[in-house]
């Protein structure tokens, strides 16, 4: 079985680093006044892009699972 280092690192280093960076974009957009959230259709993809984050770290999250243990 793979060491935490081999399985789990880069896990965590891809959706906490590139998590950082996808939240900051998000903060800079919503401050400088990019998106209108009063606006039906930013706030939708608004909702898309934040799901489609979750999405994939929920994806990847069983794919290492499904790698490691079954």
Not at 36 to 46: C, E, M, T, V
Request: charge should be positive; hydrophobic fraction near 60%.
């Amino acid at each position: 079985m793979p060491s935490f280092f081999d399985a789990w690192l880069p896990f965590i280093y891809l959706y906490g680093v590139g998590g950082i960076f996808f939240f900051s974009g998000i903060i800079i957009i919503k401050k400088s006044g990019a998106i209108n959230l009063s606006k039906k259709r930013n706030k939708f993809w608004l909702r898309v892009m934040l799901f489609g984050f979750f999405y994939f770290v929920a994806l990847h999250f069983l794919v290492n699972i499904a790698a490691l243990y079954f």
